[in-house]
């Protein structure tokens, strides 16, 4: 199972980041995907998802700052990260859900640190 996450890197408060994760198109093609993201001593959580027909939801954290989007053809998903927060710092997985359960194990992440 391929869920690579890419994109992340340093940040300064106030800034920008894509992110991006490939998966598999049998994965993709008929799954509601997500972003989670796990910050030092914190629990994983969902932050964002999106829909095989494109509905999206957030986590009131980073809502009207993150944009999630997915490209079909690419089988793959994005976070568009703006006016980023030092307590956005955390490393960023995705994966395909079902409801907040992820459904593959967990593959690469990619760190986000948010700091000036």
């Known amino acids: 199972v391929q869920l690579q996450a890419s994109g992340g890197g340093l940040v300064q408060p106030g800034g920008s980041l894509r992110l991006s994760c490939a998966t598999s198109?049998?994965?993709?093609?008929?799954?509601?995907m997500g972003w989670f993201r796990q910050a030092p001593g914190k629990q994983r959580e969902l932050v964002a998802s999106?829909?095989?027909?494109?509905?999206?939801d957030y986590a009131d954290s980073v809502n009207g700052r993150f944009t999630i989007s997915r490209d079909n053809a690419k089988s793959t998903v994005y976070l568009q990260m703006d006016n980023l927060k030092p307590e956005d710092t955390a490393v960023y997985y995705c994966n395909a859900i079902t409801g907040l359960i992820p459904l593959y194990p967990w593959g690469q992440g990619t760190l986000v640190t948010v700091s000036s």
């Open positions: 999106i829909t095989s027909g494109g509905r999206t």
């Open positions: 198109r049998s994965i993709f093609s008929v799954n509601r």
